[in-house]
């Protein structure tokens, strides 16, 4: 009895890993959104502010930061997943685990699963369409999608993505974020 209890609270554990993991990218998003521009009913976000001071502004944005920030965001996106995989697959090896046990870490590793393929696939195809560079941010309700653009985004854009994510996921138009990352 005390292994079910055990594994369970293994379960548990990861299962709160991967819901703060999507609560800490839903405050990044709504942070971020904060200082937004909205363009018709699509959401767009943007980090440019207008300049109200006398320091000079930089000719070109600085490419080094930007790209730092897309390869922390999918450095942070990978840890915390291998980190709720590994826990998970613990849970589903242990010969004392019962069956719901199993069960539960089954479908939480292919919603994981599932996860990083959407968001590879979202990834690729906002690039594709000549975007700097995309990380995209699944959870259960709703997606984030990061998009350098270096002449901004406009609602033609925002609409570009919100129909590959659309196209690649089950969610509606307003579970989807879009944020400019500048």
Known sequence: MK???KRRAV???VLVLVAAAVY????YSDSVEDSAKVLGESTLVSSREPVTNAEPVPAEPEKPAENDYFATARLSRKQARDSAISMLQEAEVDENADEATL???SATLQVLAA????ESQIESLVTAKGYADCVAFMGPES???VVSAPNGLNAADVAR??????SETDFKPEQIKIVEAN
């Open 24 to 27: 800490l990218n839903w405050r």
């Open 3 to 5: 292994q079910i209890w």
């Open 115 to 118: 996860y990083t393929v959407a």
């Open 11 to 13: 379960v548990a554990g």
């Open 161 to 166: 993505i919100k129909d590959i994510v659309i």
């Open 103 to 105: 069960n539960e870490a």
């Open 143 to 145: 997606i984030s999608v």
